[in-house]
């Protein structure tokens, strides 16, 4: 019973380096996204999608992209990160979009990316 | 555009008594759900409590439970018989017709024994 795998747990960039934060869910949830942590500033989304093929931006989408070739997956990459992308990562899903049945979110662990 | 406002950084309360946590809100849409996300130092993400816009009643969940103001658009959490337990983040969040669910930034609460 896996729900949400994030992968990696730790990550440290280069400022320029670029990398792929990883997000399966294994409950064929539709609604997947990608949420920072920072501190005082609570979860902040910065993509999500409501199904394969499907992605939108959230609030603080530049400097990272997203695809959802499959209802599994949801990538989160950073083409070239920036000391201003140090955070806490979270990816979450749920069965369907939220206002329509308020489908509770399923959080992944969380990644803790340092760029330097 | 949603937004979501926790006003108290941090709270304190001490064990066995009761604390409340407040969150107010802007939104649009007529159709939406509110939460609560409590987050403890192990940084996981666990659903406290949900409330259904279009219902009245407010929701409860065993010591918790929440005041919901429609037309204040507040939304606030009572920890009711605070346990040692009961200590991390506490989130709310509101969710939107278009798939965002969008969080506040978070009220610190520390029990004391």
């Known amino acids: 019973n896996a729900g949400v795998t994030q992968t990696p747990k730790f990550q440290v960039l280069k400022t320029g380096q670029s990398m792929t934060l990883q997000c399966a869910q294994d409950?064929?949830?539709?609604?997947m996204s990608w949420y920072r942590q920072d501190p005082g500033m609570g979860l902040r989304l910065i993509h999500y999608s409501v199904g394969a093929g499907i992605t939108d931006q959230g609030e603080v989408p530049n400097g990272y992209n997203v695809s959802r070739s499959t209802t599994e997956d949801f990538p989160l990459r950073l083409l070239s990160a920036a000391p201003s992308q140090t955070s806490v990562y979270f990816c979450a899903s749920s069965y369907s979009g939220l206002a329509g049945e308020g489908g509770e979110l399923f959080f992944g662990e969380g990644s803790r990316l340092t760029v330097l | 555009a949603q937004t979501v406002t926790q006003s108290q950084p941090e709270m304190s309360v001490q064990e066995a008594e009761t604390v409340t946590l407040s969150c107010t809100y802007d939104t649009s849409e007529s159709d939406y759900y509110l939460f609560w996300y409590k987050q403890p130092p192990s940084r996981q993400m666990i659903l406290v409590i949900r409330q259904e816009a279009y219902k009245q009643q407010n929701a409860t969940e065993n010591r918790f439970s929440v005041n919901f103001q429609k037309a204040a658009k507040s939304f606030s959490l009572k920890i009711s018989d605070s346990q040692l337990g009961d200590a991390a983040m506490y989130f709310c969040a509101v969710s939107s017709n278009t798939g965002k669910l969008i969080f506040g930034q978070g009220t610190t609460l520390q029990v004391k024994p």
């Open positions: 409950m064929n949830h539709e609604y």
